[in-house]
């Protein structure tokens, strides 16, 4: 979240400058509850002042003072408890104000207003028509679409044979290149989480709908960002060992609350699906160059498999609720004639490692400081299994398998 001070300072300017992200956000309540408090503050300390200038005098006090006295010590009580409760609000609301958009972020209310920063590949001309994947799937046996909904529910899928294989040789192809060519550390994490470690990467409190809760109160992950970044909470790291990076392929699970409606057919927008997460830790003068060199990781995963993408920068009124910049990798699917998102690269600035004391130290005795928290999906397994189908078809209905991904998946080619 961001720091109180940076508020007091700020958020007259964060309204009149940005009201497509902060009008609503409770911002407003920021600073009425703000200068509630502060008035209240002055007030005790007032109080606190006469009531020390009293008990300073000598000898025995007045029946007049002694009135004073007993009327001070309960006025200094309701104060101190409605500063008390004035504080504990104004917590509770910082929590829920997203971050400050980083400077070079576009202006605009929706996402029409995103900029796309550059293009790679040209999409495939096809002498046919491309099949989309949930036609294609099926034909090859590979996605079995019906019998996801038999086992769990709408948007489950089955992958099975080629399908199944194909899932699994993208995400070790993934987890190779980033931890062998990247410098990435990998990871193998709880795919459940506490509730801090979802406040601490701002699922908690504003987005619960969207998660899936356990009995005990758990919660599964929806995405490794979640474990991977609160690896550090409530730590102080020493500047030598930033950065640091750390890989992880999970299960993730989404209730797509909000989604009611969009992406119903196919495997898009699922609510169980496994994805390869990039997490960096920063210091912040060097979080800047991170996200390029984060979005560069995700971008080559999309090089090496040869699959046409560009890279979007989100606006002001698309950026998540704890991002300060955002870049989009979206993958073009040739069955929707469409770019669809693969990758979010996100730097956080200091905003999650504030909720979840993630810090370091530059010098021994000196003051410690909030490290810079980035990640992206380095991708998402089930999305590019799709535009690998979708871009890689053949007009008998089969499938090549890009070079890149032979020796994960034991083969050139996908058949019925």
């Not at 040739?334 to 979840?356: H, K, L, M, V, W």
Request: one cysteine or more; aromatic letters at 8%.
């Amino acid at each position: 979240m961001l720091s109180r001070d940076f508020l007091r300072e700020h958020a007259a300017r964060l309204l009149a400058d940005y009201p497509e992200r902060f009008a609503g956000s409770g911002l407003e309540r920021f600073i009425e509850l703000d200068r509630q408090r502060r008035d209240t503050v002055t007030r005790l300390e007032e109080k606190r002042r006469r009531r020390n200038e009293l008990t300073s005098v000598k000898g025995k006090p007045s029946p007049e003072a002694l009135a004073e006295m007993k009327g001070l010590k309960e006025e200094i009580r309701a104060l101190e408890e409605r500063a008390e409760k004035d504080d504990g609000e104004l917590a509770e609301v910082e929590t829920r104000i997203p971050n400050a958009p980083h400077a070079t972020v576009p202006r605009g209310r929706d996402e029409s207003a995103n900029r796309v920063e550059r293009t790679a590949g040209s999409p495939p001309r096809f002498d046919f028509e491309p099949k989309a994947h949930w036609d294609l799937g099926p034909d090859l046996g590979i996605l079995d679409f019906e019998r996801g909904v038999k086992l769990a529910g709408s948007r489950f899928t089955v992958l099975r044979g080629a399908g199944a294989r194909l899932s699994r040789a993208l995400g070790a192809f993934m987890l190779d290149l980033h931890t062998r060519e990247h410098g990435y550390t990998e990871v193998a994490p709880p795919a459940l989480a506490n509730a801090a470690c979802l406040f601490g990467t701002t699922q908690l409190p504003k987005f619960e709908e969207d998660l899936f809760k356990t009995r005990e109160g758990y919660y599964l992950i929806s995405t490794a960002e979640i474990p991977l970044t609160n690896l550090h909470r409530e730590e102080v790291l020493p500047a030598s060992r930033l950065p640091i990076s750390y890989t992880a392929c999970t299960p993730c699970f989404r209730s797509e609350a909000g989604a009611a409606g969009r992406d119903t057919r196919g495997m898009i927008r699922q609510h169980q699906f496994e994805k390869v997460e990039l997490v960096n830790f920063t210091a912040p003068e060097a979080s800047e160059g991170a996200l390029e060199r984060l979005t560069g990781h995700a971008e080559e995963v999309l090089r090496r498999l040869g699959l046409p993408y560009r890279i979007v920068s989100l606006c002001t009124g698309d950026l998540g609720f704890g991002a300060a910049k955002t870049y989009d990798l979206e993958v073009w699917l040739p069955g929707q004639s469409a770019y669809r998102e693969i990758s979010s690269c996100t730097n956080f600035g200091d905003f999650q490692a504030r909720r979840a004391s993630i810090r370091f130290r530059r010098a021994e005795g000196e003051k410690p400081e909030f490290v810079h928290t980035l990640n992206g999906s380095g991708l998402a397994i089930g999305r590019t299994l799709v535009a690998v189908l979708e871009n890689f078809q053949r007009a008998d209905g089969s499938v090549e398998i890009p070079e890149a991904l032979r020796p994960y998946f034991g083969g050139n080619e996908i058949r019925a």
